[in-house]
């Protein structure tokens, strides 16, 4: 093992030698390394967190605008028995009328990973393909959320605000929806506002009620308690409570012709039928008139298409948004927001490492200089980092970017290393710079080698990971391993030449002599 460590670190001098000959090729190949960061930065696929298996996911069902609890309750079951047709569903749970009155939520849970061949992600491609034959609903499956925290609904939310009126903010989604619709980053989306409800205006004849001697609270009464589903008591039967709720039976008022049979009672105590004394008009409009930040808002969700990253689908939608008219805001919800404010949360802790490591190794080299050449291999590291996961390995989330950062304390030791030793060699032996930074660096080639071999050994199991979480601890794993092996070779060649350009020159120490055989003075 000797032998091999000694050739190995000779081998290495001889090199490091002959490339400090050409430093101007090793400058312009670390400009191109750090020129590379933003182009792979764009082109690798980004999303808040991996999708993981959780042995369960959601389904989402929306019925026609008119449709009523037992028509969406029916078809779900149709729903519920298409998805037991696939083995892998061990059990399913449909709720109708959640979260709105047209609308239904089931959840899926499957048989456990070692019963099943399919992947959770599989399965919901295969339901979504599924359900296009259910004619009654429109059915889309989806995960859920990856990390706590993001708020109901679909994964990708997109909210259009304006202080104008439903009318207008209504024409603008609908343009902007269009262009989600047609978009193949989307395999399902919808939008939440619709002048799709039937809503009855009712105009009293008061000349009319006023012969007979009706009021409008005799005709308000009479509505509300045959149609509002108002509580007025409780009952109390066999030890239970109940509410009691006046109202008609569901067909006596499905349709505004049954008006004609309800019946208000004149001055005179004659029963007048209330159509006679009223004027109905059918109008449509929203179910909900929803608001965002105090502001009129209208919300597009969609389900992202199988294989398309989070970060595609919110740059898609920012692309949209950019393009509303004047006095038009958008924002995002859902799985979405998380990931805009999630990553930018990263971003400022990954400047801020930066820094904290920049400050701390000033104060020990007792330089400004020292540390940049130091943090020249952060960006060789990240770089290796980022072609891992530009070839597919994985994608650029949150737990990627927590590798990154723990990658920027593990690669910065190693120019710690040299430039200590370059440092002393300065000081102590009166040497060049880069007469220094070669001999430091073939003094710290072993520790360096060692630290990383057990760097990247401690961290293989993360790669092997199987079961739940496998695939969060595989990002962390691969952006460090992949990042440390790439920026070990890069600092052992780079960070030298780096060194002989930008390091601080230390002057050596003063030598004083003493007379060793001199006594002491007296006082």
């Not at 919110?314 to 949209?320: D, G, N, P, R």
């Not at 710079?433 to 360096?448: H, S, W």
Request: with cysteine.
């Amino acid at each position: 093992m000797e032998r091999f460590l000694s050739r190995v670190n000779s081998g290495y001098e001889r090199r490091l030698g002959a490339l400090m000959e050409k430093r101007a090729v090793v400058v312009v190949f670390a400009v191109i390394v750090f020129a590379s960061l933003p182009l792979l930065l764009r082109i690798i696929p980004q999303e808040l967190a991996p999708s993981e298996d959780k042995g369960a996911f959601m389904m989402f069902a929306k019925a026609p605008a008119n449709a009523n609890l037992d028509y969406i309750e029916a078809n779900l079951g149709t729903v519920n028995d298409k998805a037991k047709e696939l083995d892998a569903i061990w059990s399913t749970l449909a709720f109708s009328g959640f979260p709105s009155a047209n609308q239904g939520l089931g959840i899926a849970s499957l048989v456990p990973w070692s019963e099943r061949e399919e992947s959770q992600k599989q399965l919901v491609d295969k339901i979504n393909a599924m359900m296009q034959d259910v004619p009654g609903v429109t059915v889309s499956a989806f995960e859920f959320p990856e990390l706590p925290g993001a708020s109901g609904g679909l994964p990708v939310q997109l909210v259009i605000t304006t202080p104008q009126n439903f009318e207008s903010l209504f024409l603008v989604a609908s343009e902007a929806f269009t262009k989600v619709r047609q978009s193949p980053l989307f395999v399902y989306s919808e939008l939440d506002l619709a002048f799709d409800s039937a809503n009855l205006h009712i105009q009293v004849d008061r000349d009319k009620a006023g012969a007979y001697g009706i009021t409008m609270q005799a005709i308000g009464r009479t509505l509300s308690t045959f149609v509002s589903d108002g509580y007025v008591n409780r009952i109390d039967l066999d030890g239970r409570s109940y509410e009691v709720i006046p109202q008609v039976k569901r067909e006596d008022r499905l349709n505004p012709d049954s008006l004609g049979q309800y019946y208000v009672r004149a001055a005179d105590g004659r029963q007048i039928p209330l159509s006679s004394l009223v004027t109905l008009e059918v109008k449509g409009q929203p179910r909900a008139l929803s608001h965002f930040n105090q502001l009129n808002s209208a919300t597009i969700g969609a389900v992202l298409s199988p294989g398309v990253a989070m970060g595609d689908g919110v740059a898609f939608l920012e692309s949209v948004g950019s393009e509303l008219p004047r006095g038009y805001q958008y924002d995002f919800l859902g799985e979405a927001r998380q990931y805009i404010t999630e990553g930018n949360a990263l971003f400022v802790t990954f400047l801020l490492a930066l820094a904290v490591i920049f400050l701390v190794l000033a104060s020990q080299f007792e330089s400004l200089r020292d540390p940049l050449v130091i943090l020249v291999s952060v960006p060789l590291a990240i770089c290796g980092a980022l072609v891992a996961l530009g070839w597919g390995l994985s994608t650029l989330n949150i737990y990627a970017q927590v590798g990154l950062i723990t990658l920027i304390g593990l690669i910065t030791k190693h120019g710690i290393l040299i430039c200590e030793v370059a440092k002393e060699q300065q000081l102590h032996h009166g040497k060049s710079r880069t007469e220094a930074v070669v001999a430091a660096a073939g003094v710290r080639l072993r520790p360096i080698l060692m630290t990383t071999a057990a760097m990247v050994a401690g961290l293989i199991p993360l790669l092997m990971a199987e079961g739940a979480g496998a695939i969060s601890r595989f990002s962390i794993g691969i952006v460090i391993v992949s990042g440390l092996t790439v920026g070990t070779v890069f600092t052992l060649f780079v960070l030298p030449v780096i060194y002989s350009f930008l390091a601080s020159e230390h002057k050596p120490l003063p030598v004083f002599e003493e007379d060793l055989d001199a006594e002491p003075s007296r006082a």
